[in-house]
């Protein structure tokens, strides 16, 4: 199959799993790139939990049929090579031989065990570019240290910054740093194949989620550093509202309904005289709020006087209201709302639907962007275990099928 896309140049032999790697991956597979997941035909795929975890299309369950994981990887190649064989390992290198990148996201040292650390693959590759992605990274005290998202965006003070005054630190819950792991490295592969377009020189990128959390704090701990203030806990108000830039009201207030919500900010004094305009009750003529200094004074009662407003009328409409006035205000909402029903994010193709080779056709995210020449195209679902042995290691090895036939009564593929 021929590839078309700005990064079609490229091939990358792929290690990753989880969010933090395969999230990085997607967005380069989605802009064309070859890339080609490494997995263990023995393990059937299982050190990725994704690959069983829900959600579920129907009732099949197993390593090919969890939601998250044909999210994570759709439009790459899959796999199967029994790295504990001989044979396994020479094919791993012949891959890496016609490979640009080389990524993973396993603790610090896995792939050295293998027998596939940076110097060799340097050695089969002189201007391999490999980048490994880690809770924190391959140097420091901490470099053997086990993570997952959450244990991450503790240490990164994101924890204790969340939840409300004077109650436990909430967290965030889903692996948010994940994602931002995989932006990041993601970033680190393009700008390592620009510096290898400009010299020639391959290089390894070690990359830390620990680091990459860390550096959503910057303002916190510049804060706490020149003016010695905490990060909202405690004492703090709740994390829905503006410290900096100063706005209020700005946050999430009950509508009329059953769990209906909706968010509000006003960020000057001209949006609040929308606000209060749209709103037209007496309590918007309080003194207390006439200019943003009482306000911010006074949130907790002009958070109530909101909340009373909203409470009796229906998200959707009175966000529109809003918005009319020019006013920053939506409907929070649901699964279904946002992915079915919300005419923007159907418009700009949020949800585009793959097809599958076991669950049929799917849906799953697009990307945030668009590109007038050059645009993502996410159209195959992602592979089940060791899906294109036999394509890969024809089409790129040239191995003939009596050959990979051999293999798999070997237990290599």
Not at 124 to 129: A, E, G, H, W
Not at 264 to 279: G, L, N, Q, S
């Amino acid at each position: 199959m021929r590839r078309t896309g700005a990064l079609a140049r490229y091939r990358i032999c792929d290690f990753t799993g989880q969010l933090a790697g395969a999230g990085a991956t997607r967005w380069l597979a989605a802009f064309g790139a070859d890339v080609i997941r490494i997995e263990d035909p023995v393990r059937q795929g299982s050190w990725d939990i994704l690959r069983s975890m829900p959600p579920y299309v129907d009732e099949r369950r197993g390593v090919d049929f969890g939601g998250g994981f044909n999210n994570h990887n759709v439009e790459k190649r899959g796999i199967a090579l029994n790295l504990r064989t001989a044979k396994g390992k020479e094919l791993l290198a012949e891959i890496v031989k016609r490979s640009d990148v080389v990524s993973e996201n396993f603790a610090a040292g896995v792939m050295e065990r293998l027998g596939f650390g940076y110097e060799r693959l340097r050695e089969l590759r002189p201007d391999v570019i490999y980048v490994s992605n880690c809770g924190f990274g391959h140097t420091g005290p901490y470099r053997s240290f086990k993570t997952w998202g959450p244990i991450v965006q503790a240490l990164c003070g994101l924890t204790w910054s969340s939840g409300l005054p004077d109650q436990p630190p909430a967290g965030w819950g889903y692996s948010y740093m994940d994602h931002t792991g995989g932006y990041a490295m993601a970033i680190a592969i393009l700008l390592a194949l620009v510096h290898r377009e400009r010299t020639g020189e391959g290089q390894w990128v070690d990359l830390s989620c620990a680091a990459a959390g860390l550096t959503l704090t910057g303002p916190a701990i510049l804060d706490y550093s020149v003016n010695g203030r905490p990060s909202r806990r405690p004492g703090q108000p709740n994390s829905n509202r503006s410290d900096w830039p100063p706005m209020a009201p700005h946050g999430i207030y009950r509508a009329l309904g059953e769990d209906d919500w909706i968010a509000i900010a006003c960020r000057d004094e001209r949006d609040w005289r929308a606000f209060a305009a749209v709103v037209d009750e007496p309590w918007t003529a309080d003194p207390r709020f006439a200019e943003l200094a009482g306000r911010l004074a006074h949130q907790d009662e002009l958070d109530r006087a909101v909340s009373a407003w909203t409470r009796e009328r229906e998200r959707f409409a009175t966000a529109a209201a809003l918005q009319a006035e020019g006013v920053p205000a939506t409907a929070v909402q649901r699964p279904n709302e946002r992915i079915d029903e919300d005419p923007n994010t159907r418009a700009w193709g949020l949800w585009p639907t793959v097809t599958h080779s076991k669950m049929g056709r799917v849906r799953v995210d697009g990307m945030p962007v668009h590109f007038s020449k050059t645009d993502w195209k996410i159209e195959r679902g992602a592979p089940c275990v060791g899906e294109h042995t036999d394509e890969v290691l024809r089409g790129l090895l040239g191995l003939p099928d009596a050959e990979l036939a051999r293999l798999r009564e070997e237990g290599v593929t």
